[in-house]
C-alpha cells in the first residue's frame, strides 16, 4: 500500500519500521520539527526522522497542518492510508479526509480508557491490570475514532514507564502491519464504535507531579516511582535530604512513625513510612549522582542507622 506515516519519538519508530519490511510504500513521512537539546544545545534530529533516512523516505517537518501547501503535497501523494503514532501534532478533518482509507492511529491503550498523552504512565498510576494497543480510524475529536482491533498485554509488576512503552511499541509495529494485511485482503473487520460511558483521560504527564507525598499509601507511592521512571522520575525528602526514588517495594505493615519517617535504615535496607504502610526503597539517586542500589547509598549514611 501507499502510505503516509506520521510520527515522532522512539515509540513511533516499530511501526514505521514494520511497516516498510513488510514492503509497503511509505511515500512521506510527517514529524516534529527538529530541536535544540542537552547542555550543548545541539540540534538532534526526531527519532522517526532518523529511521525514515535510512529508507530515503521523503521526511516532512510543517509547525502546522492548517496551511494550503500542506494540504496540497499530501494530497498529490495518492496515499492508501495514513498512519499517525504520538506525532504530536492535531490533524484537522481535511487531512483526515485525504487517503482512500482515511487515517489509522496507533493508540497504547485499550480504549476507550486512557484517551490522550499519557495512557503508558497513567495505566501504571492507576494499578491498571490490562492495557495493549488499539488500532482506530481516526476522528477530528481526542482518540474518539471507531476501533479496528485491540491487543492487550499483562501490566507486569515490575513494569516500569519505559518497558511498558518499549513492549507496546513493539506491539504497535506488529499490530499495523496485521490490520493493513487485513485491510489488503478484505478481511478487516468493521471498526467498532468506543463506549463513551467507558472514557477516561491520560493527561499529559507534568514534573509537579513527581514530588513523593509520604501521606500516600505505599501501594500508590510504589506504582508511581514505575511509571515516573524514566521521566519525570519521583523526587522525595528522605531526613532533610533531596533524593529520586527509582525502585522501591512495598511492606504492608505499619509502623509508630509519621509518613516520611524512616522506620528501619541498616547496611542493605532503608524503610519509610508512609500514610499506610512502609516503603521500602531499592534504588535511589542523591542530587547531581547517578542512580545507586540502596546499599550503596547507605554505605555513607551510617549516621542514620536504626
Known sequence: MDIIFCGTPEFSVPPLADLVKAGHNIKAVLTQPDKRKGRGQQVQKTPVKIEAEKYHIPVYQPTSLKNDEIVELLASLNADLMVVVAYGLIIPQNILDIPKHGCWNIHASLLPRWRGAAPIHRAILAGDEQTGIAIMQMEAG?????????????????????????RLSMMGGEAITTCVQELIEGTLPAATSQNNDWVTYAHKLSKAESEIDWQKPAVELERQIRAFNPWPGSHAEIKGESVKLWQAKIKDDNSNKYPGEITFAGKNELAIQTGNGQLDILKIQKAGKKRMDIAAFMASKQDWYT
Do not use: A, F, N
Open 142 to 166: 481526542l482518540d474518539t475514532g471507531p476501533v479496528y482491533h485491540m491487543y492487550p498485554t499483562d501490566i507486569r509488576p515490575d513494569d516500569t514507564g519505559q518497558s511498558l512503552h518499549d
